[in-house]
């Protein structure tokens, strides 16, 4: 069942408002890795990072008051985008929107959460592609966006201490999702 959520929407003058709350989300999410796991334990600084670019955008779902998950992400720079070196040849039309995070809290997973704030976000984008990575020891995370339209273009581990992940990208504006067909509803 799809809860009643309120997705709200905010930009880089927002982030002192919601910075916490994507914070407390990610400790939530990562609760039982968050000690033995130095690169979890940065999150603050790539809130910062990412929630620091003048097209920073951001989704978070309400249920009620508590925040049931958000999704992020930040513009890339023109012929500066990191998944370019994983394409040849690159896309004539290669304007980026670099999605970064998606996280949705337990109580609120397998709801339609995590697409409706990856819909809600992506819809607001004027790139021609989004781009993100999926850490490669979670093959149905990135089936999951493999469902949504993404392609894995390669591997890469941008940080020493980070994961190795897939280079996904996929073209915007996002296809509408396929109708299932069944039987029509009663009259």
């Given at each position: 069942m799809t809860p009643a959520l309120?997705?709200?929407?905010f930009s880089r003058a927002d982030l002192p408002e919601i910075r916490q709350t994507l914070i407390d989300v990610h400790?939530?999410?990562h609760a039982a890795r968050m000690t033995d796991d130095a690169f979890r334990r940065k999150f603050p600084w790539f809130v910062d990072h990412w929630g620091g670019n003048p097209g920073f955008s951001c989704v978070?779902?309400?249920d009620g008051g508590e925040a049931a998950g958000f999704a992020y992400g930040a513009p890339g720079v023109p012929?500066?985008?990191w998944w370019r070196g994983h394409l040849e040849?690159?896309?004539e039309k290669g304007r980026t929107f670099h999605f970064s995070e998606l996280m949705v809290r337990e109580r609120w997973r397998?709801?339609?959460t995590a697409e409706r704030l990856h819909r809600a976000l992506m819809e607001?984008?004027?790139e021609d592609l989004a781009a993100l990575l999926v850490d490669t020891t979670h093959p149905r995370v990135q089936a999951l966006y493999e469902a949504w339209g993404y392609r894995k273009i390669g591997e890469d581990q941008p940080f020493?201490?980070?994961p190795v992940y897939a280079v996904m990208i996929t073209d915007l504006p996002l296809q509408q999702p396929k109708t299932i067909k069944g039987p029509a509803p009663p009259k």
């Amino acid at each position: 069942m799809t809860p009643a959520l309120e997705l709200r929407h905010f930009s880089r003058a927002d982030l002192p408002e919601i910075r916490q709350t994507l914070i407390d989300v990610h400790a939530d999410v990562h609760a039982a890795r968050m000690t033995d796991d130095a690169f979890r334990r940065k999150f603050p600084w790539f809130v910062d990072h990412w929630g620091g670019n003048p097209g920073f955008s951001c989704v978070i779902a309400y249920d009620g008051g508590e925040a049931a998950g958000f999704a992020y992400g930040a513009p890339g720079v023109p012929g500066r985008e990191w998944w370019r070196g994983h394409l040849e040849p690159v896309p004539e039309k290669g304007r980026t929107f670099h999605f970064s995070e998606l996280m949705v809290r337990e109580r609120w997973r397998k709801t339609g959460t995590a697409e409706r704030l990856h819909r809600a976000l992506m819809e607001a984008r004027g790139e021609d592609l989004a781009a993100l990575l999926v850490d490669t020891t979670h093959p149905r995370v990135q089936a999951l966006y493999e469902a949504w339209g993404y392609r894995k273009i390669g591997e890469d581990q941008p940080f020493p201490d980070s994961p190795v992940y897939a280079v996904m990208i996929t073209d915007l504006p996002l296809q509408q999702p396929k109708t299932i067909k069944g039987p029509a509803p009663p009259k």
